[in-house]
DNA sequence: AGGCTAGTGACAGCCACTGACAGTTGACAA
DNA sequence: TTGTCAACTGTCAGTGGCTGTCACTAGCCT
């Protein structure tokens, strides 16, 4: 059991080679499909079709539809959560959240381009955000995300997220800032990573104006 | 045409009050048998025979079964809109919204009643925490909500928020602390509006100090 | 009273998804 | 090399959410 793992990593076998072949294959006619007739309608039928294996088969690789829709965006996500892990100790909570999402985007396209096409990568954003049901599956992850880098912030700072309420809400309101900030840029006409950190760099830059009491004179 | 609608709203003819009898049973119904056997585990046709009409009327009424499990929030979220409208020009926006959630429980909890129990309606939100493909749904509403609100935040202040980013940071603030909040309420044991309203001010009050460059001694 | 139309039930069908079973093909040891 | 085991896959049948269609019933209006 040991030994198989330990092999995979270093030389994976045929089987496991072939596996990953099917898995990869499997997104980019997914998300292909989706990008260009639409998320709905695109059927699984058409997307194992188009990969040449049964629709079962399909389902032994994706819990569904939308996880293989949103499996690309998840791999970034996981970039950043280790990107935010990756951060000295001495910055402060939204420091570090900051430096992370913006540093952490090169990193994150490289990996993807590993696996599909960059350029499908970032259209998916807006096939999402035009796809109600797509919409609503990536914010329920994202929450879940925003979950785990609850844990992460407090642990930096030596905090116990049941007793101390700044951990929670620092990460809610850099969730809710993050939120606007994707959906402005998948909405809007430049889809690309330059924009998307300038828009979250903005963004985030406006946090401290808008608690602001009085905005005229602000 | 118009006269058929004014009449309605004065005394609704037999159709409309038989209509909206039918609209609220099958609420009745569904909520009931979620809360009680488990969203997914109940089937429309369920909630069809439990009110006694076809399935084909669920989906008349019914865009989905998702919107059956939500449609009392919705309610309540359209009563917050509606509060927050409400408010006296001369409150930050911060202020306002905070004043619109805190003082618009009550007249919340009194229009639901009017539909189904209060209860059924509290013990909804731990249903959809716990309910993966409702959660995914109601955040999407949610989203939706915020949008509005977007839009209102800027009139009050007399700004366009296509160029200001205020309004909408303001709001993703907002909306990313309510959230937490919501999630903590819902998943901890006291379902009460009063520990709703102490959970939201907490939350509220933690923005700032959660913002602080150092958390030891802030 | 009789025509109009909104609301309904019954039926057929699509699609996402799942369980069960059998066939095939890599992995690994004898 | 060969045989055995386990993993992977295809096929089939079935469930449940959801939609289109059509005929029929019942409230509404003149």
Do not use: C
């Not at 101390?164 to 006409?189: I, S």
């Amino acid at each position: 059991m040991e030994t198989a793992e330990a092999t995979a990593a270093e030389r994976p076998g045929l089987r496991e080679r072939k596996k990953q072949r099917t898995h990869d294959a499997l997104l980019r006619a997914a998300l292909e499909l989706f990008t260009t007739q639409g998320y709905e309608a695109t059927t699984v039928d058409e997307i194992a079709e188009a990969v040449d294996v049964s629709q079962r088969t399909f389902f032994r690789y994706f819990a569904g539809k939308e996880e293989a829709a949103l499996a690309v965006i998840g791999l970034s996500q996981e970039h950043f959560v280790a990107a935010l892990r990756a951060r000295p100790a001495h910055e402060a909570p939204l420091e570090a959240l900051r430096n992370a999402v913006l540093e952490g985007w090169d990193a994150i396209g490289e990996a993807v381009a590993r696996i599909v096409p960059v350029d499908l990568y970032l259209r998916s954003y807006g096939m999402i955000e035009s796809t109600p049901a797509l919409l609503a599956a990536h914010l329920r992850r994202t929450d879940e995300v925003a979950r785990e880098i609850e844990e992460i912030v407090a642990e930096r700072e030596g905090l116990d997220v049941r007793t101390d309420p700044r951990p929670r809400v620092a990460v809610a309101v850099f969730a809710g800032v993050m939120r606007v900030t994707e959906r402005l840029w998948a909405m809007g006409g430049d889809l690309s990573m330059e924009a998307m950190r300038e828009l979250t760099a903005a963004h985030l830059d406006a946090v401290r104006p808008s608690l602001a009491e009085k905005w005229r004179n602000g």
